[in-house]
């Protein structure tokens, strides 16, 4: 009985390392009807997380060295695997992610936005979970638009090392950074796991979206843009919804693997996403 607990205690967080966060989790909940979200660049002497991964991208950005490349892997993963990973394994995925970040930087491939669809439906697949908990390109784009504000030393950046002839795109470019991809890939996960307002089958989203869209113009119309803001993002603590339940119990009915075999999957995933060995 014992055994079992600890499997199932280190398939969890074997999950949880791929984005999954379940009972209270430290979030931040992305609503389809805000607008938005921003952090201020003083943050006194309380900071978030999210300031914490943001001064470090900025930091990253301005000298490409190697050390603050590997402060930026470590941040994404420390910060926001809500989990704490063996030492071991958490070495392995840092250096990784600090190879695959530096080659980037130095006219490497990037990670299409596609790469991250793939990583979430494997893994639903893999466990066997609602179809709810896979997503489409359209929900890693507004993912990705709507966390801007919020991390714009990160996500959307233009590496530096642009090749001769080629032009910055002035829209939202589907190639990533691989901090950047695997970042939202653990942000997608984690909205998937107990956001409702991504619990959305992907051929259901845009419709979804839409309509939340049209509600919160209309209520805003109806109230001369007086209405309240209640869908704004921010971190919060969160009690499980029914569909996260739902999602919980599909893990743990599928998760008989052994701690190699986990581990391959995070390779696996890793692999997927396009973050090279």
Known sequence: MLKNRKTLIFVLGLVIAVGG???????????????????????????????????????AKKDNSAASIDKLADAVITDFIPFSLPSDLNDVIRARLVRAELSYRNGGHGISETNIVR???DLADRF????????????????????????PSLLGQERDSIGKGQKKTRSMNPIMSPAEAVFLTILLLDQKAMNEDFQIEPKEWRDYHNKKATELWRSNHESKGKAPKSSSMGLRLQAPNPK????????????????????????????????AQ
Do not use: W
């Open 21 to 59: 966060a379940f009972a209270l989790s430290k979030t931040v909940y992305v609503s389809p009807t805000s607008a938005r979200a921003t952090i201020e660049e003083e943050a006194g002497p309380f900071q978030t997380p999210f300031h914490r991964l943001n001064a470090l991208a900025r930091a």
């Open 119 to 121: 990583v979430v439906n």
């Open 128 to 151: 066997r979970t609602p179809d709810y908990t896979k997503t489409n390109r359209a929900q890693v784009r507004f993912l990705r638009a709507n966390m801007i504000g919020v991390i």
């Open 244 to 275: 996260s339940e739902e999602i919980m119990r599909a893990i743990q009915q599928n998760s008989e693997m052994n701690s190699i075999e986990l581990t391959k999957l995070l390779a696996r995933s890793l692999d997927t996403l396009g973050i």
